[in-house]
């Protein structure tokens, strides 16, 4: 490290502001080229080295930043963070150069999705033009008449679970692979799952005497999804949900606690210990063990096209890199996993029109690219139409309060405070059940012993999102809900005698006696895209014709058919690992045997 680095590492453990720059509107690059020169951060002094050490995922800058002023471990044991803190709650270990834009205004990634009142430093930086949405058909022809820059095995598109799992299963199978991800950092909409991963005739159901089959795992989503599943998707999805748990826990995961969900028969959604979510948890593991078994994989990178040779086999495809530009990269398979497209408000407008005004849950990255990218190459499409609401997303929010929260005994109840449905039914019945309501939203109602269950309840608590009280006629008094007393009274009577008369719930796993006491408003909205890329138990694509794309896979959201009208809460976290290996085992297979 050089002197003036040391000095600024220095600074930093010695708790100095770093923060105030000395001069309004400058930028972070510039207070850093003060103390050292652009070598502080880059790979040179000079433009021309600069540019042949910078990649889309600034590698060399962010190892920079974690040089002087340490990793995401050790920030996080010295300056712990009091109130909120996004890395521990979904955000992980990213790029640090995923908010603070060095040459940029810096952005605070949360803000994407939140509304935190947080001055970033260097926060008065001129905002440059936004990289967004290029898809330049110019430049995406010019990058193919220029042929191949790079030549891998398997390219994976999209950083989610689904692709992690599709990139560590192929690099496992011998193949070369590169993992393309759009956004300035991996884990997609899996990073916000809270939820689970459902599984049947696991170790952990085994140890726990949970009579639980495959069959009835089958039964449950066909039931769920009214039928309209493609029954074999759903048999492998079953087949191979425990040994994905085994494969993600060979991997470093945890995955102990079981719990139900929403159309259950048998409790089969697995979780971590310890009432951590499941996404975070996953993406984690996963970013872990790609940088383990050095899978390459590169952020700011959007395909924006694939390449088809003249027979129709898949040649590659067209990459925009943030800071690199167009190119093409050859491979014989590629893997879409790019997620659905909840957050697209065009495609939702166009396949479910009655839907366009909802909020969604979803992560900025769910905008539909890869049905986009297999429709324009003659991919079939299945169930397009099919749009989840989840029924609890905080009232005038994108934060989902996880079916977990029912799961583990909150009720749900309208703006009177009164019970109106089982709150373990399927999500379109809860869904349609709470626009039924006045003001179509509902409260959910929960106690101290739920939240000493769930970590997770403490960060809505921290968003503010909380009302709170120390006796239910408070609560009550507070939020309006004449009738919740006497609910709350019948509840904790039904929780007694173990059976809901009223509504049938399915389980109740607690009463609700424990002060305090919480509320939380809800609202449905947008939560999964059933609907999309059609595949086949392979998870190769198939065409118009329903045949084979030889080369082509796709798993995860992106993909149709697994879910039928309407997906159970636990089995999209499933389908991403399931479907994600076997995609990756498959890709690499075939590119491997191409050779
Ligand atoms: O699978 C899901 O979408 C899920 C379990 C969501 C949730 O409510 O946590």
Aim: glycine letters at 10%.
């Amino acid at each position: 490290m050089n002197l003036k680095l040391a000095t600024l590492s220095a600074a930093v453990v010695l708790g100095l502001s770093l923060t105030a720059p000395a001069v309004a509107s400058q930028t972070l690059a510039q207070f850093h080229g003060e103390m050292g020169g652009c070598e502080t951060c880059h790979a040179g002094e000079k433009l021309k080295d600069i540019k042949a050490g910078l990649t889309d995922s600034q590698t060399h800058e962010n190892k920079m930043c974690v040089e002087c002023h340490g990793g995401y471990e050790e920030l996080k044991s010295t300056k712990p963070n009091t109130h909120i803190d996004p890395h521990s709650s979904h955000l992980g270990d990213i790029n640090c150069t995923a908010c603070h834009a060095a040459h940029d205004k810096p952005e605070m990634t949360c803000n994407r999705c939140h509304n935190f009142d947080f001055e970033m430093p260097f926060a008065d930086a001129k905002q440059k033009k936004a990289w967004n949405g290029d898809w330049n058909q110019e430049k995406i022809q010019a990058a193919i008449a220029k042929g191949p820059q790079e030549t891998v095995d398997v390219i994976v598109v999209g950083g989610g679970s689904a692709g992690l799992n599709a990139a560590m299963a192929a690099k496992m199978k011998g193949a070369s692979v590169v993992l393309l991800e759009k956004n300035d950092y991996t884990g997609g909409n899996s990073m916000l799952a809270a939820g689970g991963y459902n599984a049947s005739e696991t170790r952990q159901q085994k140890e726990k005497g949970v009579p639980d089959t495959k069959e009835l795992f089958v039964a449950d989503a066909m039931k769920g999804g009214r039928n309209q599943n493609d029954i074999e998707l759903v048999k492998v999805l079953a087949e191979h949900s425990a040994e994905g748990i085994e494969w993600l826990e060979s991997l470093g995961a945890n995955m102990e606690d079981l719990k139900f969900s929403g159309g259950q028969t048998e409790m089969r959604t697995h979780r971590p210990a310890g009432g951590y979510s499941v996404g975070p948890h996953i993406i984690d593991t996963l970013r872990k063990a790609a940088i383990k078994h050095d899978v390459d994989v590169r952020v700011n990178s959007r395909v924006e096209k694939i390449v088809l040779n003249d027979d129709q086999s898949i040649a590659g495809v067209v990459v925009h890199g943030r800071h690199t530009g167009y190119k093409m990269i050859a491979a014989d398979a590629v893997i879409l996993a790019t997620g659905g497209y909840g957050m697209n408000k065009e495609m939702v407008a166009y396949y479910r029109p009655t839907m366009a005004d909802m909020t969604s849950s979803n992560n900025i990255t769910a905008t539909g690219d890869g049905i986009l990218l297999a429709k324009e190459i003659g991919a079939s499409m299945t169930d397009i139409d099919w749009v989840q609401a989840h029924p609890t997303i905080g009232k005038d929010s994108r934060i989902l309060i996880s079916e977990t929260v029912r799961g583990v005994g909150a009720i749900m109840v309208n703006i009177h405070g009164e019970r109106f449905i089982s709150e373990m039914t399927t999500r379109d019945r809860a869904s349609d059940a709470v626009l039924k309501q006045p003001e179509q939203y509902a409260w959910l109602v929960f106690d101290q012993q739920l939240v000493e269950k769930k970590k997770m309840v403490e960060g809505f608590d921290h968003l503010g999102m909380l009302s709170k009280a120390n006796t239910v006629a408070e609560l009550a008094e507070i939020t309006g809900m004449k009738n919740l007393a006497a609910t709350v009274t019948e509840y904790n009577q039904f929780y007694k005698d173990g059976k809901d008369p009223k509504f049938g719930r399915s389980a109740l796993p607690a009463d609700i006696v424990k002060a305090p006491f919480y509320a939380v408003k809800v609202a449905p909205g947008i939560h999964h895209t059933m609907g999309g890329v059609a595949i086949d138990t392979d998870a190769n694509v198939l065409n118009l014709q329903s045949w084979k794309m030889e080369g082509l896979y796709a798993a995860g959201e992106v993909t149709g058919g697994i879910h039928g009208y309407n997906r159970l809460g636990g089995n999209a976290v499933a389908d991403t690992v399931v479907f994600g290996k076997i995609a990756g085992e498959n890709a690499a297979k075939f590119a491997l045997e191409k050779k």
